[in-house]
């Protein structure tokens, strides 16, 4: 072998394939879609998941339990990740840990938990604290503040509702004929 064998068969543009252009180009006939069958029309493609119409996996495996696509995610943090993470006197907020990289990925709370130490005083903002982490932030000179969860959704009220409901005026107010002109 020399050196200007070593790419040999590699080429930057391959010619496409043609299939059903007869039975000496070896993808006659059937053009390499099997014999009969959904499968040999053209534009039909299976899903991802689909098993050839047995039965799936996700409908063979037993269910158990209840996940909540509407529960808030936690994320949690220990005080040696804020030691580590911050200079003495900072601001700790949701914001600051997503824009240092401490927090990542999704998540809707914060709570810091207390595994590690921390000798630094600064001022951390969460959704919530352990008792522990909460006696460690404060012994180290820190402040400690709980941010509020967000405000609850209220069934029918107005701002659930769109604007003026399409109803027109008041409530209680008549609504104009569109019979009669509405000025006599």
Partial sequence: MHLNDVNDGIHAHTKRLRVGRGPGSGRGRTAGRGNKGQGQLAGWSAPAIFEGGGMPLIRRIPKR?????????????NVSVLEEGFAAGSE??????????????????LKILGNGA??????????????????KIEAAGGTVTVLPPPKPVVKGSAATKKKDGGKGGAKGEKKASRKTPAGG
């Fill in 65 to 77: 339990g209840f996940h909540n696509a509407h529960g808030r995610i936690v994320k949690s943090l």
């Fill in 92 to 109: 700790v907020t949701p914001e600051t840990l997503r824009a240092a990289g401490l927090a990542k990925g999704i998540w809707h709370d």
């Fill in 118 to 135: 921390i000798s630094k005083p600064l001022k951390v903002s969460a959704h919530g604290f352990s008792s522990q982490a909460r006696q």
